[in-house]
């Protein structure tokens, strides 16, 4: 795992299966839910996730 500072903040980058990325790409491709990019997608896709595991943590 790397980290790099941009100017809004540390990111980390992290390998995704080549499978997965595929996915993502066929629902950007259908301009579906709205999102324009990768980062886009897989930022909210964590954001998600973290949300239902805080909701079941309760």
Known sequence: ???AQKGR???VSVSIPEELIKEIDKILASHKGGYESRPEFIKEAI???LEEMKALAK
């Open 9 to 11: 903040g540390n990111f």
């Open 47 to 49: 954001r998600k996730r």
């Open 1 to 3: 795992m790397r980290t």
